[in-house]
């Protein structure tokens, strides 16, 4: 199954959906104000809108996502990397070290994880 697309606005309300669930709906209506500045019609619309995509589920008020964090994020690279640099991913490395400054730190990290790719793990 593929990860549904979650916008900038619904992303920002998943990120205070994952912090906390399982959450009353009202609690979330009440979460949504406080950060997002959000009135309560707004939060209901994205529970029911992200309920209909598959993205969480609301029974008895009780908010649960069911698609992680981890699914979204992923998704989302890879549909920028697909779309923006024809689905290189080396490409894609290029442009973000040639503007982004990287410490040794994350060199070592990253270095770590194609080690560990290429090993099968």
């Not at 709906?25 to 406080?34: F, I, R």
């Not at 992923?74 to 973000?96: C, H, R």
Request: aromatic share 8%; charged share 30%.
């Amino acid at each position: 199954m593929d990860t549904p697309k979650i916008f900038e606005s619904e992303y920002r309300f998943c990120l205070i959906l994952w912090e906390r669930e399982p959450v009353k709906s009202s609690e979330l209506v009440s979460l949504c104000s406080e950060q997002l500045g959000w009135k309560p019609t707004t939060t209901y619309t994205v529970i029911k809108r992200l309920s209909e995509r598959g993205v969480l589920k609301n029974e008895n008020t009780v908010v649960t996502s069911l698609v992680s964090k981890d699914e979204v994020q992923g998704a989302q690279i890879n549909e920028m990397v697909e779309k923006t640099f024809e689905g290189s991913l080396p490409a894609f490395i290029a442009a973000f070290t040639k503007h982004q400054k990287i410490s040794e730190k994350e060199i070592d990290e990253v270095q770590a994880m194609i080690d560990r790719f290429r090993k099968g793990e």
